[in-house]
C-alpha cells in the first residue's frame, strides 16, 4: 500500500464516486427514476397541459430505466471506468509497453526472406504516394468447405490499382470484431481505412488487403469463431475463417502466399478467435493482434454450449495452448488498467508465452473495454508487426 501522499495519482481519482461505473451513480439514476415516479403519481391529474406534460413524464422515466440498466451492464462487465472512456477521448489513456520481444531467428533477422513481408523501397514509396486513393469493397464470400455464403468488407490499398503495381502480391490481415458486432464494425466503429491510410501515407507500414469477414454464421449466436456441432445450430466458423475466407481472398485478390504474410486480428470475442485461430492454424498465420482479448474458451452448456468436453475447452483456451510445439508466432496485445478482468488475462497470457515468440504487450492507464482502447491499440499494432514482419520498415 502507498502512504495517502505517496500514492500514484491517476485519471479521474477525484471524481471516482461520480465514474460511471460507480455504485453511486447507479443509486443515482435508480433514485432520480423513483423521484420521476412519485412525482408523476402526484401530479398526474394536476398537470397542465395534460397530454403533453403526461408524455414527457414517462419519456423521462423510461429514459432513466435505460440509464440505470446501461450503468449496471458498465459496473458488471467493467466496460468504462471514466467518463472519457464512455465518450471515446483519449485523455488519460497513456499507452505504455510492457514487453517488447521482437522475437528469436527467423522474425528477428532479415536474413531470413521467407519470413519477410516482401516489399521494395520502390513498393514503399508507391504505397505512400497512393495511400488516400485506397478502396472498400462490400462483397459475399462463398465458402465451399462450409457451404456458407456470408457477407464481408475488404480493404484495398491505394497502391493495388496502381499500374506500377500490376503483379505485386499484398500482405493480408483479416480482422474479427466483438460480440455483438458484425462484418462492418471496424470500418464504422474502428476508423479502420482512415488508420491504415495515415500509417501507410507516412511510410509506418506498407499496403496490406484487409478482409473484415462475417464471423457468426447464425445470428444472434457468438460463434467465438470455433466449430460448435454442439450448439443449436451447429456453426463451421472456424473452418470458415481458417479455409474459406483464406481461399476466396487468394482467388480473388493478388494476395502474397504463406503464413507469413497472413495476420489475424480482433477486438474483444474478436481477439479471443485472433489468438485462438492463430495457436490452431498456425500453418495460415504467423501473427496475431490481441485487443483487450481473453484466453480461456467461455464454457457454456444447453443450446449454446460450444465445447464438448473439458478437453475440447482446453484445446481452444490459448493460455492453456500457447506452449505446445508448433512455429514461431508474433503477438501483440493490450489491455486497459482499469478494466481488472483485461489487465489479469493479458497478465497470465503473457507470462506463459515462450521466449522464440515475437511479442509486444502494451497497457493503457484508462480506457476499460471500449473502442478507444482498441483503436490506438490497433495502429501500435500495425506498426509494430510492419517492423517484425516487414523489411526495412520505418517504425517513427
Known sequence: MYPLSARPVRPGDQLSVLAPNSLF?????????????????????????????????????????????????????QIAATWDALAGSQQGLNPAVVVQRDGSASFGSSAFAQDRWNVSAADRLTDSQSAYRSTLVTT????????????????????????????????????????????????????LKATLDSLIAEKKMPAVIVVMPSQNPNP??????????????SSMAETYLTRDVPAYIA?????????????????????YCAANLALRHPQVYASAMVLSGY???????????????????????????ICEPRPKVAIFT????????????????????????????????????????????????????ARVLGPGVSAR
Open 25 to 77: 451513480v447507479q443509486y443515482l439514476a435508480i433514485g432520480a427514476f423513483a423521484a420521476v415516479v412519485v412525482f408523476a403519481v402526484w401530479g398526474w391529474r394536476r398537470f397542465r397541459p395534460r397530454t403533453a406534460s403526461r408524455v414527457g413524464v414517462v419519456l423521462v422515466a423510461q429514459c432513466l430505466v435505460v440509464v440505470s440498466i446501461a450503468i449496471y451492464y458498465n459496473r458488471t462487465d
Open 140 to 191: 459475399t464470400i462463398a465458402g465451399p468447405q462450409t457451404g456458407y455464403n456470408l457477407p464481408a468488407q475488404v480493404y484495398l490499398p491505394g497502391s493495388y490499382a496502381d499500374p506500377a503495381s500490376t503483379t505485386r502480391q499484398y500482405p493480408v490481415i483479416e480482422l474479427l470484431a466483438g460480440y455483438p458486432g458484425s462484418y462492418l464494425s471496424w470500418t464504422y466503429g474502428m476508423h
Open 220 to 233: 444472434p449466436s457468438d460463434s467465438e469463431c470455433v466449430n460448435a456441432s454442439f450448439a443449436h445450430p
Open 251 to 271: 482467388a480473388t485478390y493478388r494476395s502474397a502466399p504463406g503464413r507469413i504474410n497472413w495476420v489475424i486480428g480482433g477486438y474483444s470475442t474478436g481477439g
Open 295 to 321: 484466453f480461456i474458451g467461455v464454457h457454456e452448456h444447453g443450446p449454446h454450449q460450444l465445447f464438448a468436453n473439458r478437453k475440447d475447452l482446453r484445446a481452444n483456451s490459448p493460455q492453456l495452448t
Open 334 to 385: 493490450i489491455a486497459a488498467k482499469d478494466n481488472k478482468e483485461d489487465i489479469s488475462a493479458q497478465a497470465r497470457f503473457i507470462r506463459k508465452v515462450p521466449k522464440y515468440d515475437a511479442l509486444m504487450a502494451m497497457t493503457t492507464e484508462t480506457g476499460g473495454h471500449t473502442p478507444v482502447v482498441w483503436r490506438i491499440g490497433s495502429r501500435h499494432a500495425f506498426v509494430w508487426l
